[in-house]
């Protein structure tokens, strides 16, 4: 890439490729669509203050801010939520469905799923669902301050556990 | 690392996910085969991981909420000149966030703009250090700026069902506009080039661009490529650009 950086790359660009894939990252981890938004924008807002010196690897980059970020928004908001008390079992941005009989039952696999995200330890959860978003172990790595080698390991106990909590069977799997 | 003349030696649970996940060296990776090869334990677990990982992005995704159509909301990062920053010279960018107005409740310091300057850095040493660009609004919903150097970029990230209408005008500044005189969901404003990022639309949107005559030539660019360059001569001259192969 010749002379600049960021006068071939821009934000508005950057945003309209990456922000449904941080969004779905950040709702994961959060479990909470408000925050994720927030977790997104705060990433974006990191971006235009500090960009990274090489354009390349923006993306890793973005996913990098948004662990950091969804990881200290989680922890302040587990201290709000442990005080007010975690009874309100809000539903991340329950989407009208024309079938209520789906609708509860979309609601249902969705508390499911996040009561068991919740479970793990937060690094392990940003390792697996980095994962999921097809990142190699180095880049998950350095997006939770670890080596790449114990990535495989977080994230095998990771998916041990969700298997457990979720109750996967053989019949599952 | 299992040792591979370790017989009793099973693979690690970590190793099985590097293995599944294609994260193992050449030699590491020849050596869990040779185990796996007579261990039908370990075929077996690797199995069992690949069938976890599998069912469990099944259930993420079927758990996914839908992502809202918000936009971009980040406002004004003034320019910092500090030598650490690797960015060296600054050239604002200014965005057009179109819908801003809805957005949702935003944290305080999140500045809720339909119109925000974000302050990228060039670093090429051929470039001047690129002034501020100062975005206006201009007469009903148009973005007016006076443009870096003598050539000039329009563009669009991949072609479009659109046309912009290029015409030349006296003066020195650079205004776009929408075809019903509205605003332009997703320009974005460089110092020597507009992009228009959301091209999209069924209907064909236009867009109307007017350059000052103190421009040597305007390139048209689509998804990275040139398509033509105008050299305009006279106030008053218009040229209509189909941005799409519809068109
Ligand atoms: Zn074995």
């Known amino acids: 890439m010749s002379g600049s950086l960021f006068d071939r790359t821009l934000l508005g660009a950057l945003y309209q490729q990456h922000h449904e894939e941080l969004f779905r990252y950040a709702a994961r981890f959060t479990g909470d669509a408000d925050l994720a938004e927030d977790v997104v924008q705060e990433a974006f807002l990191r971006l235009s203050e500090r960009p990274p010196a090489q354009t390349e690897a923006i993306?890793?980059?973005?996913?990098?801010?948004?662990?950091?970020?969804?990881?200290?928004?989680?922890?302040?908001?587990?201290?709000?939520?442990?005080?007010?008390?975690?009874?309100?079992?809000?539903?991340?941005?329950?989407?009208?469905?024309?079938?209520?009989?789906?609708?509860?039952?979309?609601?249902?696999?969705?508390?499911?799923?996040r009561t068991a995200l919740e479970q793990l330890d937060a690094r392990d959860r940003a390792v697996l669902l980095m994962r999921e978003e097809g990142f190699a172990h180095r880049e998950i790595a350095e997006a939770v301050g670890t080596t790449t080698k114990s990535v495989g390991t977080m994230i095998a106990r990771a998916l041990g556990k969700l298997a457990r909590h979720l109750e996967l069977t053989e019949s599952d799997v | 690392m299992m040792n591979e003349s370790n017989e009793l030696t099973h693979i690690d649970a970590g190793d099985l996910v590097r293995l599944i996940d294609?994260?193992?060296?050449?030699?590491?990776?020849?050596?869990?085969?040779?185990?796996?090869?007579?261990?039908?334990?370990?075929?077996?677990?690797?199995?069992?991981?690949?069938?976890?990982?599998?069912?469990?992005?099944?259930?993420?995704?079927?758990?996914?909420?839908?992502?809202?159509?918000?936009?971009?909301?980040?406002a004004v990062a003034p320019v910092k000149t500090s030598a650490a920053v690797r960015w060296r010279a600054a050239a604002v960018v200014a965005l057009v966030v179109a819908g801003a107005v809805a957005a949702p409740p935003v944290r305080a310091w999140i500045a809720n703009v339909a119109r925000a300057a974000w302050s990228s850095v060039t670093g090429g040493k051929n470039r001047p250090v690129s002034q501020f660009v100062p975005v206006e609004p201009g007469e009903a919903g148009a973005v007016s700026f006076v443009p870096v150097g003598s050539t000039f970029t329009i563009s669009v990230p991949a072609p479009a069902p659109a046309r912009v209408i290029v015409e030349a005008v006296e003066g020195n500044r650079v205004s776009v506009i929408g075809s019903r005189g509205q605003p332009v969901p997703g320009l974005v404003v460089l110092p020597s080039e507009v992009r228009f990022t959301q091209p999209s639309g069924g209907s064909g949107p236009d867009y109307f661009v007017r350059v000052p005559l103190t421009l040597q030539s305007i390139n048209i660019v689509i998804g990275g490529r040139s398509l033509q360059t105008l050299r305009p001569v006279t106030a008053g001259e218009r040229w209509t650009v189909p941005l799409g192969p519809d068109r």
């Open chain 1, 59 to 113: 993306r890793a980059w973005l996913f990098r801010a948004a662990t950091t970020i969804a990881i200290d928004t989680h922890r302040t908001r587990r201290r709000r939520t442990a005080l007010a008390e975690a009874g309100a079992d809000r539903l991340p941005m329950a989407e009208q469905g024309p079938d209520p009989a789906r609708s509860a039952e979309r609601a249902d696999l969705r508390r499911r799923v």
């Open chain 2, 22 to 74: 294609g994260e193992l060296s050449l030699d590491d990776r020849a050596a869990l085969d040779s185990h796996l090869s007579r261990c039908r334990d370990c075929v077996a677990r690797r199995e069992a991981v690949r069938g976890q990982a599998s069912a469990i992005r099944e259930l993420l995704r079927s758990a996914d909420v839908t992502p809202p159509a918000t936009p971009l909301r980040v």
